[in-house]
């Protein structure tokens, strides 16, 4: 696959520079990539491609809540505004909402992660209501008060994202790389145990 990379990326006239570039190997056994027997891509265990973060778990755990913590930064950042009511709605979707759905396309998310965006969700729609948890206020209440009771929530927005994005790969030609490794199976047997619950 990474030959092929390097082969494309010549066809369109870009050069690889292989002493600065490297891969991310999920599992056991990492090793260099060898080209030709000389050109060599090393391994790593976290890189960032186009603001996303991949580890060596490749289960986007990282990914999620770097996503989570960038988004309680904007909501401390845009504290001196937060409490106008007239303009709150616009600042949580325009803003708060895209950050913390950056990327969600790709996602497998655990359980254990969907209470957390759920959370963040809800302290943001909190803050803007002026109630805190002390209060112990129904989060129903609060999205009436902020007038979204009955929108869909930030889950649902990112379940329609990444249909979305499966569905644009379902519709690809067969020989575009996204949709090879999306039907690739690897080589090696899985190890024992139950796998892990995903979308897919």
Same mark, same amino acid.
């Given at each position: 696959? @990474?030959? *092929? ?37 090393? =391994? ?7 603001? /996303? ?7 986007? /755990?990282?990914?999620? #809540?770097?996503? +989570?913590?960038?988004?309680?930064? @904007? ?5 001196? +505004? ?21 990327? @969600?396309? +790709?996602?497998?998310? =655990?359980?254990?992660? +969907? ?6 969700? !809800? ?5 803007? @209501?002026? #109630? ?29 994202? *990444? ?8 519709? !690809? =030609?067969?020989?575009?790389?996204? #949709?090879?490794? !999306? ?7 899985? #190890? *024992?145990?139950? =796998? ?5």
């Amino acid at each position: 696959m @990474a030959r *092929r990379l390097k082969e494309e990326y010549e066809k369109w006239g870009l050069a690889t520079n292989l002493e600065r570039t490297k891969y991310v190997y999920m599992g056991e056994g990492k090793g260099s990539l060898k080209f030709d027997g000389r050109e060599e891509i090393k =391994p790593c265990t976290e890189c960032t491609y186009l603001g /996303t973060r991949i580890d060596q778990l490749g289960d986007n /755990t990282t990914e999620m #809540k770097h996503g +989570i913590s960038q988004t309680r930064k @904007a909501i401390k950042a845009l504290n001196s +505004i937060w409490w106008h009511k007239n303009i709150t709605t616009y600042i949580y979707q325009t803003i708060i909402q895209r950050i913390l759905v950056y990327c @969600a396309e +790709i996602w497998q998310i =655990p359980i254990r992660v +969907i209470n957390k965006i759920l959370c963040t969700e !809800m302290d943001v729609l909190s803050g803007s @209501a002026r #109630k805190s948890r002390m209060e112990r206020i129904k989060n129903e209440h609060v999205k009436e008060i902020i007038g979204v009771k009955g929108k869909p929530d930030i889950i649902y927005i990112i379940e329609k994202k *990444r249909l979305q994005w499966y569905g644009h790969i379902i519709r !690809m =030609p067969e020989e575009r790389i996204p #949709k090879l490794i !999306m039907d690739w199976i690897p080589w090696e047997r899985r #190890k *024992r145990g139950c =796998p892990r619950k995903t979308w897919m």
